[in-house]
């Protein structure tokens, strides 16, 4: 299993106070992260989808503002589903002071995005999923209390190896002193671990999930860790309802990775990433 070697810089929460500040939408779904972002003039919301390999827009809005098509391209979910689409030229895209041009988004039909209503009653928002492409050039630190983040140009961070990417951003891990590579998807609700935590987890019970990704959906059998507590890179963390799958996690290649750690490991949270300085950090 790849050793990580991490070595932090103390002033990291202090470099985080810079940047632009970029409250969340004020639309809201199953806890995600929801950003407004300006594209090619037009103000929209945009789902934050470290799961996505590039960004994706919705079938009917790229139709509306008249996007030109580009190319036909085939990928898989995050369900490990094969799916053929379209990509467009975008053209300009901005976030909080960061824009970028020239950017290129697949296209999703519009039913792939109607993902239902959460608890609470809401629906999806968004009409762009933004990815990795974009994600991994910025640097982000969140507030996810306030609801709020900082962006800025990435590559700023000391370089470090808390971060890397493999179809999904990989983190590390301390279980019960052994270290384990996690992908990390921010698209994700609920963390889930692959078939090696059977044994590993004591006290396990059965039970079935729905699992839903862009163009897909299925019912899963499972098993659950009521409670599962962790270290990433020194800080605790403690989650609740784990899934555990029964087999080894889709997308990602052959035994890379043990487990995808999705939207809750950062609930409530202070956080930073920046994908071109491979920097990952929970900061309480």
Same mark, same amino acid.
């Given at each position: 299993m790849e050793k990580y070697h991490v070595e932090r810089d103390n002033k990291v929460e202090e470099e985080d106070k810079s940047g632009c500040k970029l409250g969340f939408s004020k639309e809201q779904f199953a806890g995600l992260i929801f950003l407004p972002v300006i594209l090619n003039g037009r103000g929209i919301i945009a789902f934050f989808d470290t799961g996505a390999g590039i960004t994706f827009i919705r079938?009917?809005?790229?139709?509306?503002?008249?996007l030109k098509e580009q190319s036909q391209l085939r990928g898989g979910n995050n369900q490990g589903k094969e799916m053929d689409f379209r990509t467009v030229e975008v053209g300009s895209l901005v976030l909080g002071q960061e824009r970028m041009e020239n950017l290129s988004a697949g296209v999703?039909?519009?039913?792939?995005?109607d993902l239902g209503h959460d608890s609470e009653g809401n629906a999806f928002p968004a009409d762009l999923i933004l990815g990795w492409d974009v994600i991994g050039n910025l640097r982000f630190a969140f507030d996810m209390r306030k609801r709020e983040v900082l962006v800025k140009p990435g590559g700023v961070s000391p370089q470090e190896d808390s971060l890397k990417w493999d179809r999904f951003p990989e983190i590390q891990i301390d279980y019960q002193g052994e270290k384990y590579p996690m992908g990390f998807d921010t698209g994700h609700t609920e963390t889930m671990l692959d078939d090696s935590w059977l044994n590993r987890i004591q006290g396990l019970h059965s039970s079935s999930t729905v699992v839903q990704g862009i163009g897909s959906r299925s019912e899963e059998e499972v098993h659950i860790a009521d409670r599962l507590t962790f270290f990433v890179y020194g800080q605790e963390v403690t989650l609740e309802h784990i899934e555990i799958m029964n087999y080894e996690i889709p997308? !990602?290649?052959?035994?890379? =990775? !043990?487990?995808?750690?999705? =939207?809750d490991l950062v609930k409530g949270k202070r956080w930073t990433m920046d994908g071109k300085s491979r920097h990952f950090q929970i900061l309480d």
């Open positions: 079938s009917s809005l790229a139709k509306e503002m008249g999703v039909p519009d039913e792939s995005l997308g !990602s290649v052959p035994g890379s =990775i !043990s487990g995808l750690l999705g =939207i």
